[in-house]
């Protein structure tokens, strides 16, 4: 992440934002979307697995509800690198307190922001504008 990411929750268990905070000066801005080390500070047990670019090119576009079972179930930090979106995650753990509970959260590369969505969680948003990417 940048410099010292912090951890906010949500009111579903498990279900938390990263907030990233940019190195930035007079040339610009960079903005550390992963640090192994930082991430195993902020969401101690998160495993990496796989590192995904999707393109949304028309605004309204909805993508999802997807979610993974056991043995297969992952865990996805989302960051929006382009456009704005409206994210959304849904409680699918049967037995959960916050069973089909969502939460949503707006994205967009300004903000600096990472939505954590652990395992159990369906995952899907819609594009807010054109060319989005996520």
Known sequence: MARAASVRATTIDGLTLIERRPYADDRGALDR??????IGRLLPGFRTSQV????TRRRGTVRGMHYQTPPNADAK???CLRGRVFDVAVDVRHGSETFLRWHAEVLEPGKYR?????E???HGFQALTDE???
Request: hydrophobic share 45%; glycine share 4%.
């Open 120 to 122: 159990g969680f369906a």
């Open 132 to 134: 989005c990417e996520l």
């Open 77 to 79: 930090v989302i960051t």
């Open 33 to 38: 979307l992963f640090d192994d080390d930082e």
């Open 52 to 55: 995904n670019h999707s393109v």
């Open 114 to 118: 990472s939505f954590v969505i652990p």
